[in-house]
C-alpha cells in the first residue's frame, strides 16, 4: 500500500498524520473487504485550501472537513470488481496498485470540530479519513439510509483500532 502525505498547511495538530492514516486506511480497506493494495493521495490543508478546492469543485463557497475524490465509478458500492474490465485506467502500471483517490482534510476543521464533539484531534481525523475511505469505496450519505448505513460503518471502522469518543490526545 502507498499514501502519499501532503502538507500545505501551517497548523501542526501534534499528531502522526501517517501512523494514524496507515491504520485507519487498513482498518477500512479491510472492513470493505478490498482485494487489492491500493495508492491513497492525502492532502492536508487549512480552511482557504479546502474552501478553494470546494468552490471549484463542487461550486460551495464554503470551507468544509474533508473532501474525496474517488478514482472509480462505482456500480456498487464496494464491489471492486468493476476495475477487472479496466486494469489499465484503475492500476498504477509499476507498482500495480490500486489507485483509489485523493482525501483533501482542513486541519483547522479537525481541531475545531475535535472541540464541538468533545473528542480528540486524533480521534476526528482519524474519523474523516474513514468517511474518505467509504467515499473513495462508492459509497455515499445523499439518502438518510445511505448516512445511517455510512454513520454505523465508521464507527465500526474506529472502533475495530480503538478510535472511540473517549480518546484523549
Do not use: W
Not at 42 to 52: A, F, K, M, V, Y
Not at 98 to 108: A, K, N, Q, V, Y
Request: charged share 30%; proline share 2%.
Amino acid at each position: 500500500m502507498t499514501i502519499l502525505i501532503e502538507n500545505e498547511s501551517e497548523l501542526d495538530v501534534g499528531i502522526d498524520y501517517k501512523e494514524i492514516a496507515i491504520e485507519v486506511i487498513n482498518a477500512a480497506l479491510d472492513y470493505i473487504k478490498c482485494p487489492y493494495e491500493c495508492e491513497i493521495n492525502i492532502l492536508l490543508t487549512d480552511n482557504e485550501g479546502i474552501r478553494e478546492t470546494n468552490q471549484r469543485m463542487r461550486g460551495i463557497d464554503a470551507p468544509t472537513d474533508v473532501l474525496s475524490f474517488p478514482m472509480i465509478e462505482f456500480e456498487t458500492e464496494g464491489d471492486f470488481s468493476v476495475v477487472e474490465n479496466d486494469v489499465l485506467s484503475y492500476f498504477d502500471a509499476e507498482k500495480g496498485e490500486l489507485l483509489l483517490g485523493d482525501i483533501m482534510i482542513s486541519l483547522e476543521r479537525v481541531t475545531e470540530q475535535a472541540k464541538q464533539f468533545n473528542h480528540s484531534v486524533k480521534r476526528e481525523y482519524a474519523f474523516l479519513i474513514a468517511h474518505s475511505m467509504l467515499h473513495l469505496s462508492g459509497y455515499d450519505h445523499m439518502e438518510e439510509d445511505e448516512r445511517m448505513q455510512m454513520e454505523r460503518m465508521q464507527e465500526e471502522i474506529l472502533q475495530s483500532i480503538g478510535y472511540t469518543r473517549e480518546i484523549t490526545d
